[in-house]
């Protein structure tokens, strides 16, 4: 049977007694109904699961006792970034579990000419601290142990200065020089995929990406909504250069 996953963000080792946090606790025992003597997986992002028993479950908190820990091999052998416009609500969540599902290394908000969400300095650290925890849920339950880095929201300029330099670097165009087909790159070298709001790129966005690097991808004809261009790209680019 395969064991509930939760990530926690404390230092793990094996023989360790461990007071859960309130939010992981009353997950394991409130919803899932576990209790004393019943195990799990925690993980913290260092690239292992550590099997779990819960030693104490009482009404205010829960503490485990950590197993040796497993090596998790469940990330893409390459780098491959999200370049994300900022999209509305459920949308952006979306994009956020599917893309760490599909195996993403680091995912960058970036506020685009057209971005239709504005955040003031609260809205976006209560946003962001949102956007961490769908990202963190999608691990749990993919079985990655990584978690993918997640930058502030930042202007697009900020954003392609940001990844790699030696990256490709590529956004979706139906007149893209580039076809799936066709793209190549050496087996250590990072993927970038720049894909824009609801209401697109604007040409001087097109402008800064062009100057920084970018290079236009197609992926058929039809022009994508910003939910779907992403991680259709992303599966399309682990399935050719990656480890689907």
Known sequence: ??????????????GAELLLPEDTANHLLRVLRLGEGDDCVLFNGDGHDYPATITLAAKREARVRLGAPVAVHTESPRPLYLLQGIA???????ILQKA??????????????RTEVKLDAQRMEKRVAHWRSVIVSACEQS?????????????????????????????????????????????????????????????????TLAAAGFQGLQLGPRI??????????????QAKLGDL
């Open 224 to 237: 994508l909504r910003t939910e779907t261009a992403g991680l259709a790209a992303i599966a399309a680019l």
């Open 88 to 94: 509305r609500g459920e949308k952006m969540d979306l």
């Open 1 to 14: 049977m395969r064991l509930t996953r939760s990530h926690v963000d404390l230092p793990l080792s094996a």
């Open 143 to 207: 079985g990655r142990a990584r978690v993918p880095a997640l930058a502030m929201p930042q202007s697009l300029a900020d954003a392609a200065r940001a990844v790699p330099a030696e990256a490709l670097k590529l956004t979706l165009d139906p007149q893209g020089e580039h076809r799936l087909a066709t793209l190549e790159a050496s087996a250590d070298t990072p993927i970038v995929v720049a894909i824009g709001p609801e209401g697109g790129w604007s040409p001087r966005d097109r402008q």
């Open 100 to 113: 760490t599902e599909l195996g993403i290394t680091a995912l960058l908000p970036v506020n685009a000419e």
